[in-house]
């Protein structure tokens, strides 16, 4: 298995860029397309924990609008793994903590409806990184 092929860093960081965006935008229908349409997908953030894609739609129609939990970020890291499977960690400083926290991205290419987020995590770190 190939790993980091550059052209499909570029597709996942491209996709990873407009997700983030329409997070601050607070576009539903780019997030949703974003995520894969199914029960066995799971989003686990701060201050949700979406199984499945139904909760997940959910949470982002009741999500107020406004400047979201990111200030700055620390670090992104891409692995790709052959051309249909890819891992997005980011690593950011966060509205309201002196603290950073982390978003972590699974994403699946599936053959007829292309690259999706079949596992996202977002959490709050207790200490300072030690590196």
């Known amino acids: 298995m190939e790993l980091n092929i550059p052209e499909v860093v570029e597709e996942i960081r491209t996709l990873f860029e407009r997700y983030e965006q329409a997070l601050i935008d607070k576009d539903v229908e ?8 199914s029960p066995l997908t799971i989003r686990a953030a701060i201050h949700e ?3 499945g894609f139904d909760e997940i739609h959910a949470h982002r129609v ?3 609008p406004g400047p ?3 200030l700055k970020r620390r670090r992104v890291v891409i692995t790709t793994f052959g051309r249909d499977m890819a ?3 980011l690593e950011f400083d966060m509205r309201g903590r002196d603290m950073p926290a982390r978003q972590s991205q699974t994403w699946v290419r599936f ?4 690259w999706k ?3 996202a995590q977002v959490s709050v770190t207790e200490s300072t990184p030690a590196y």
Not at 31 to 37: R, V
Not at 111 to 114: E, I, K, L
């Open 117 to 119: 987020v079949v596992l």
């Open 30 to 37: 780019v997030l949703d397309a974003t995520f894969w349409n």
């Open 111 to 114: 053959p007829d409806v292309g």
């Open 62 to 64: 009741r999500r107020p």
């Open 68 to 70: 979201g939990i990111k």
């Open 87 to 89: 891992t997005v960690h």
């Open 49 to 51: 924990n979406g199984y």
